[in-house]
């Protein structure tokens, strides 16, 4: 079953949780699958993530999937992780 939330709009307690987050060590970071991504059409379960990332949610069509049990990649997904190495992340998104 797949949960379907609306997009919030950015307040000023967001912003200070995300500054929080980078106090930490930690980043937000948004993945975009394009038309050409290998990521495209994957079963979010098969993406290799690092073990120091977590999914918070998949944004599609301005819905934020939280189940993501069996969400299948589309173009034009966002993808909202937490982790402390942005790069490992992007790279699990372009091999």
Do not use: W
């Amino acid at each position: 079953m797949m949960t379907m939330l609306q997009a919030p709009s950015l307040t000023p307690r967001d912003i200070n949780n995300m500054a929080a987050l980078k106090d930490h060590g930690l980043s937000l970071v948004e993945v975009k699958i394009s038309q050409v991504s290998f990521a495209k059409g994957q079963l979010m379960d098969n993406i290799r993530l690092p073990e120091n990332a977590r999914i918070i949610c998949v944004l599609r069509n301005g819905k934020a999937l939280v189940d993501l049990d069996a969400v299948f990649l589309e173009e034009r997904d966002s993808i909202y992780l937490v982790t402390d190495d942005e790069q490992r992340v992007r790279q699990a998104f372009t091999i």
